[in-house]
């Protein structure tokens, strides 16, 4: 007669299974706040890139001597990316016109009557830095 004889170091399948459904369940949580977090840097990432072109905008206009009516004809409402090729972007990385989360769109500048530079982005339309 046959006997069978069962390995009894190796897992059973509803061991295996449970170790699965472990491993399918932390992924489960995990996944979605990873997904927040890059978002959240990108974010981030994007208003650094306003910041810094408010900042070679306002440098530019002292080196340039421009009035507050130059700046508001030169980027009320325009793209960065319109206005990259025109001297300011040597202030700037051009590759950072563009949002992180986003990269088809470029930021948007105005210039307020006071002369403070604003740029928008398409995305993150709720944080506009200056
Ligand atoms: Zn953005």
């Not at 061991?15 to 840097?41: F, T």
């Not at 001597?65 to 960065?80: E, H, R, V, W, Y």
């Not at 990316?81 to 990269?103: L, N």
């Not at 500048?109 to 709720?126: E, K």
Request: charged share 20%.
């Amino acid at each position: 007669m046959m006997r069978l004889i069962r390995n009894s170091k190796a897992f059973t399948l509803v061991e295996i299974l449970i170790v699965v459904a472990i491993l399918g369940l932390l992924a489960a949580i995990a996944i979605p706040n990873l997904i927040k977090a890059r978002e959240g840097s990108a974010e981030t990432a994007c208003k650094m890139n306003r910041a810094v072109i408010a900042d070679a905008i306002r440098i530019w206009a002292t080196k340039e001597n421009k009035s507050i009516d130059a700046l508001q004809t030169k980027f009320n409402g325009k793209t960065i990316k319109d206005i990259s090729g025109d001297g300011v972007e040597i202030y700037f990385d051009p590759k950072d016109a563009v949002c992180p989360s986003d990269d088809t769109q470029s930021y948007t500048s105005t210039v307020d009557a006071n002369g403070l530079i604003t740029i928008y982005c398409p995305t993150h339309a709720a944080a506009p830095v200056g």
